[in-house]
């Protein structure tokens, strides 16, 4: 399942890509602390979570033919982008809208990943396919929660995690080859 040259690095980038919501909740009760708004951590994962309503308007404004590679570098650079914000010493309210950003990009980014994994592995192999997806992503939350608490919760490792996933991606971005029957 593993043998196309691409699929290594995009399961890598969804390492990446789940480091960026593992270090979330990390980072809402450290900023949290340092606003002493307590009610911060709580609700910036659900405000990242409310976000995640955009994957529903972009399955409906989704083309119907496969998603291209270049689709996948495009959402890649739009979610590393909306990480960029949230670097700034910013108010309560500010950054739980600003959350919002990659919250609403998050599933469209990882439904085109998974269209892109399925369409790189070998016939028969799309179930396997995806447990290598979920355990990709479970890795990238777990790495994510634990390198959040040393750098005092910044929002750098969401931003840093998300650039690294968006580099990985653009090694997918030549158009995979037809599978020999």
């Keep these: 399942m593993l043998r ?11 390492v990446f890509l789940g480091a960026t919501v ?18 911060l951590a709580g609700a910036l994962p659900a405000t990242f979570a ?62 085109v990943a998974g269209l892109t994994v399925t369409a790189l592995t070998p016939p028969g192999t799309s179930t396997e396919a995806v447990g290598w997806m979920s355990s990709a992503i479970r890795l990238g939350l777990a790495g994510g929660t634990a390198l959040v608490g040393p750098l005092d919760g910044h929002f750098t490792l969401p931003l840093t995690a998300a650039a690294c996933a968006l580099l990985l991606s653009a090694a997918t971005s030549p158009a995979p080859a037809p599978h020999a029957a």
């Design 22 to 39: 593992g270090a979330l909740d990390v980072a809402g009760i450290a900023v949290a602390q340092r606003q002493d708004a307590s009610w």
């Design 4 to 14: 196309p040259p691409a699929l290594r690095p995009l399961l890598l980038s969804l």
């Design 50 to 111: 409310a976000g995640l309503l955009g994957g529903i308007l972009s399955a409906r404004l989704q083309p119907t033919t496969a998603p291209k590679p270049r689709h996948l570098l495009l959402l890649g650079a739009q979610f590393t982008t909306a990480w960029i914000p949230l670097l700034a010493p910013l108010p309560a309210p500010a950054i739980l809208a600003l959350a919002m950003l990659p919250g609403a990009l998050f599933v469209p980014l990882l439904t």
